[in-house]
Nanobody, 113 residues
């Protein structure tokens, strides 16, 4: 059974930073592209970032480029998202995804003063 457990969300002031983690189990982690997606309250899903199986290639939505950094540790079966220079519009539930087919339960990120 695929399990993806996100953590690291919370309340942060504008301009602050957070690091999200996603612990993966139930599948061969380094066989898959992994993604972060988010959903703000009342809005649809928004793709945030993706990373290749070995971490050599990373991809970002335009609004996150330069502020967010995706990474993975295949030895620990863990995906990360370092988020810097956070803005109020980054407030959302953040999900990690195996490819785009399996999702975790999400972690809430709230950017507010």
């Amino acid at each position: 059974e695929v399990q993806l457990v996100e953590s690291g969300g919370g309340l942060v002031q504008p301009g602050g930073s957070l690091r999200l983690s996603c612990a993966a189990s139930g599948f061969t982690f380094d066989d898959y592209v992994m993604n972060w997606v988010r959903q703000a309250q009342g809005k649809g899903l928004e793709w945030v970032s993706g990373i290749s199986w070995n971490g050599d290639s990373t991809y970002y939505a335009e609004s996150m480029e330069g502020r967010f950094t995706i990474s993975r540790d295949n030895a620990k079966n863990t995906l990360y998202l370092q988020m810097n220079s956070l803005k109020s519009e980054d407030t959302a539930v953040y999900y990690c995804a195996k490819g785009l087919s399996d999702w975790g339960q999400g972690t809430q990120v709230t950017v507010s003063s």
